[in-house]
C-alpha cells in the first residue's frame, strides 16, 4: 500500500559494515536518533525493503542492500499559510507556495514542506520538485508528476531553456542605470547557509530592472540567469539594496537565524512571479503566473 501522508521514502543502499541487523546498521548511521524511535518505525511499518514491503526489527544487515524509510520529526510546528495549486496535469503540477513554507523535507521540517502537503492533497508520491526557492519565498514552484516524462522536464532547467521572473521590494537604487545585469561568484560563506560572493570567473548571473520606484522603496524585476543558492538575494545586497525583511544578507540577523524570520509578521519581500518554457512534449508555450502578492 502506498504512503499518502508524505513525501516519498529516501532509500540507502546499506555501505558494509559489522552490523548483524538492518536496526543496528541504521543506529549506527544515524546517531542522532534514538534506538527507541528505530524500533518504534519498524512496528509502524516506516522501515521497508527496496520493494516497499515492512522489514521486521530482526531482518539481518545484507551489504549493498536497498532499504526505504521514511523522515520524522516529533512535535513538528505548523506553518499557518497555504498553498495554491494552480495546474495539475498527467505529467506538472505547478503550485503557488506561501512565504515560511519549505519546498522540500529539511531539518525540522517533513509534513510542513510543500513537497509532503501535495503528495497528501494530490495523492501522488511520484511528485518532485524540478527546481527550488527558498522557503522564505514565495511563488511558483513546478513539479514532475511523471518519472515517465522527468527527464524532458528537468532538462528545461539544466539547459537553461524556462524563463523565471522574480519580483521584490528593496530600497531605492537612484545612482544606477536600470535595467542592468549583475554577475559574480558566489561560493558558500558562513555559517553553512549563507552564500557570499568571491573573486573569480562569475558563476552567477541575474538581469535587474525597476517596476515602480515610490519613495525610498522600490519594486524590482529580477530574471535569474543562473540558478545559483539565494542569488537573487545576495546580489541585491550587493547593489546596496538588500531585499525587504532579509535576515541573512547583508548581514545575519542573529545567531542561528538561518534565514527563518523571527515571526510570520515579516515575510521576505520576494516572490517567484512567472515560469515562461516552450513544453518539451508538445512544444507549445506555457506560462504559469503567481496569485500571490508581496
Not at 27 to 47: K, N, Y
Not at 121 to 133: A, K, S, W, Y
Request: aromatic share 8%.
Amino acid at each position: 500500500m502506498r504512503d499518502y501522508h508524505g513525501p516519498a521514502a529516501s532509500r540507502l543502499q546499506l555501505p558494509p559494515g559489522p552490523w548483524r541487523t538492518v536496526l543496528d546498521g541504521l543506529c549506527a548511521r544515524f546517531p542522532a536518533i534514538s534506538r527507541e524511535v528505530w524500533l518504534d518505525r519498524f512496528a509502524r511499518g516506516r522501515v521497508q525493503d527496496a520493494g516497499g514491503a515492512s522489514l521486521a526489527v530482526d531482518a539481518p544487515y545484507r551489504t549493498g542492500a536497498e532499504i526505504r524509510y521514511f523522515r520524522e520529526v516529533a512535535d513538528e510546528a505548523p506553518i499557518p499559510f497555504q498553498e495554491t495549486v494552480l495546474h495539475v496535469d498527467a505529467h506538472l503540477v505547478v503550485a503557488d507556495k506561501p512565504h515560511f513554507l519549505p519546498v522540500i523535507p529539511a531539518g525540522g521540517h517533513v509534513r510542513e514542506t510543500l513537497l509532503a502537503r501535495l503528495v497528501q492533497r494530490l495523492g501522488n508520491p511520484d511528485l518532485v520538485p524540478l527546481h527550488r526557492i527558498d522557503r522564505d519565498t514565495a511563488g511558483l514552484v513546478l513539479f514532475s508528476a511523471n518519472p515517465a516524462t522527468r527527464d524532458a522536464y528537468q532538462s528545461l532547467f539544466r539547459q537553461r531553456r524556462i524563463r523565471k521572473h522574480y519580483e521584490a521590494i528593496a530600497p531605492a537604487l537612484p545612482g544606477l542605470s536600470f535595467p542592468l545585469t549583475h554577475a559574480s561568484r558566489l561560493e558558500k560563506g558562513e555559517p553553512f547557509f549563507r552564500m557570499r560572493e568571491v573573486d573569480g570567473v562569475p558563476n552567477s548571473e541575474t538581469r535587474i530592472d525597476v517596476i515602480e520606484r515610490a519613495g525610498a522603496l522600490w519594486r524590482y524585476a529580477l530574471e535569474p540567469v543562473t540558478g545559483r543558492k539565494h542569488q537573487l538575494r545576495v546580489h541585491m545586497a550587493a547593489l546596496g539594496a538588500p531585499i525587504l525583511n532579509d535576515r541573512v544578507y547583508p548581514h545575519l540577523a542573529s545567531p542561528g537565524a538561518g534565514g527563518m524570520p523571527a515571526d510570520f509578521t515579516q515575510p521576505l519581500k520576494l516572490r517567484a512571479r512567472a515560469l515562461v518554457f516552450d513544453d518539451p512534449l508538445s512544444g507549445v508555450e506555457r506560462r504559469f503566473e503567481s496569485t500571490l502578492q508581496l
